[in-house]
């Protein structure tokens, strides 16, 4: 889609007029598109990820895409059906009284580490990502 086009949705009611966010729908559309040429569908990309590395993959659509830094990956993931954990800041603030992290994670060894927490949670209670993550924001209220 060109600028022109692009410019021409920001017009429309109900859409965010953020430019910047709407030139990412195109950017992430090129992201999807080459994707799905690699890997047979940017599906079988997401699901053939290893689910013991969620922060890697979110690191992965941050670095490939547009706007899917902080949560946006995240939030991505959990539309698509990939189980992830959300670091809301209930979720943060039991990692950091936990000792976990001593700040909001946002560098890749901070997300690592609190990646290795939710998969030895998982393991140990046999829950999903997602349902940890929601359990573990309750208690940070």
């Known amino acids: 889609m060109s600028d022109e086009g692009l410019e021409d949705i920001l017009q429309a009611d109900g859409i965010i007029r953020h430019w910047g966010k709407l030139k990412s729908i195109r950017t992430n559309a090129v992201m999807v598109d080459d994707l799905a040429k690699t890997h047979g569908s940017f599906a079988r990309w997401l699901v053939d990820w290893p689910g013991d590395n969620v922060a890697g993959l979110c690191f992965e659509l941050k670095r490939q895409g547009a706007h899917l ?11 698509a059906g990939i189980d992830t954990f959300l ?12 000792g976990v992290v001593d ?39």
């Open 87 to 98: 670091l809301t800041d209930d979720t943060v603030a039991v990692l950091i009284g936990l």
């Open 103 to 141: 700040r909001p994670p946002t560098s890749k060894a901070a997300l690592r580490e609190v990646q290795s927490v939710f998969n030895d949670w998982a393991i140990e209670s046999g829950r999903l990502l997602c349902e940890i993550s929601r359990t573990v924001s309750f208690l940070g209220g």
């Open 69 to 79: 830094g902080g949560h946006s990956a995240h939030l991505f993931l959990r539309m």
